[in-house]
């Protein structure tokens, strides 16, 4: 469009403007999905095992039913209540009702959302592939957060993104080839499947989730094959350092199952947006090319 080639900025503004309104809506992705996936679970279970009397989930529960409330008091939130990051400035993390403490992790999300939103606006520029590549930023914040709270990284969320990935490398939107692209998918899930079983049949214990499997392969599929070894290894530097920042703060022993979710996600978005510029930083301080 000509007005982002006479106003370069306005589409970072903008990218950032609905950052911020989409991360409100994220908070209520990272704390309903889990919720409607046990829910599902509840109900197969109840209908699949009769003879086990397990009462199904009942009412509507969905991103959109029932409608936000305060869970102390149960007030519905108002309109006014969810203007990002300034209502929970202006009621000062507090519910304007009972006055019961509003968790800043949901200002966090919406003003995560909304840098990283405008930093790949104005790292890529206006296209509709940056525009994906927003939405693609929307859901690692989601499987992040939902990976640190509930262990889980939702089929709803990495399915979804693996065969977008694909599909914009098909019909020609992505800078991927489709032949990088699904090489990077199935090569994704297959590195972390083989570390899955060698870990398994060498100590008898599962060391990661399927999840993270998925969400590499999702990663792969977006960022071609080529750039797997990159993420692989800027996710392991990243759970090392925040693992051991853990195991400091909560004292826990290092046998503690960590999420490994949250570190694919920041690696594969480290090397979205600065993967070149490492990798050259790498080959020519290391290899000497």
Known sequence: MDIFYYYPWLFPVLAA???LIIGSFLNVVIHRLPIMMEREWRKECAESFPEYKIEPPQGTYNLSIPASTCPKCDT????IDN???ISWLLLRGKCHQCSNKISARYPLVELLSGVMSLMVAYQFGFSFYAICLIFFTFVLISATFIDLDTMLLPDQLTLPLTWAGIAL???GI???SLQDAVIGAIAGYLALWVVYWAFKLTTGKEGMGYGDFKLLAALGAWLGWQYLPMIILLSSLVGLVFGLIQLRLKR???DKAFPFGPYLAIAGWISLMWGDLILDWYLGNFVGI
């Open 169 to 171: 490398a098909l019909i």
């Open 83 to 85: 203007i990002p990051v």
């Open 17 to 19: 403007i609905f950052g």
């Open 76 to 79: 519905r939130i108002r309109i």
């Open 174 to 176: 992505s800078p991927v």
């Open 252 to 254: 826990q022993g290092i």
